[in-house]
Nanobody, 120 residues
Framework: QVQLVESGGGLVQPGGSLRLSCQASGSIFSINYMGWYRQAPGKQRELVAT???????NYADSVKGRFTISRDNARNTGNLQMNSLKPEDTAVYYC??????????????WGQGTQVTVSS
């Protein structure tokens, strides 16, 4: 069993910054990719950013230049640095990871989500 726990959400003014963290724990052989998704009220969950085990990153157009995804493979953690936040960034942010629990078996896992609210 694998657990993902997000932290770092909160209330911030427009133009401010937040740093989200995702800690993976449990029966982890290795982590393939890690990603951040978000879901605003009344909208579908959307991809924000992903990062592979090799460090290749992908961003949604709406966050390019403002958000930076990173990971620490030794600590099984992932981070999302969010700068120049806008009200439209308000959403519940979810961490997702593709985790190998053995050398040949991988499953996707989700965290419980952390609320980010951008408002003056």
């Amino acid at each position: 069993q694998v657990q993902l726990v997000e932290s770092g959400g909160g209330l911030v003014q427009p133009g401010g910054s937040l740093r989200l963290s995702c800690q993976a724990s449990g029966s982890i052989f290795s982590i393939n990719y890690m990603g951040w998704y978000r879901q605003a009220p009344g909208k579908q969950r959307e991809l924000v950013a992903t990062i592979t085990s090799g460090g290749n990153m992908n961003y949604a157009d709406s966050v390019k230049g403002r958000f930076t995804i990173s990971r620490d493979n030794a600590r099984n953690t992932g981070n999302l640095q969010m700068n120049s936040l806008k009200p439209e960034d308000t959403a519940v942010y979810y961490c997702k990871a593709s985790v190998f629990t053995t050398w040949s078996t991988a499953h996707d896992y989700w965290g419980q989500g952390t609320q980010v609210t951008v408002s003056s």
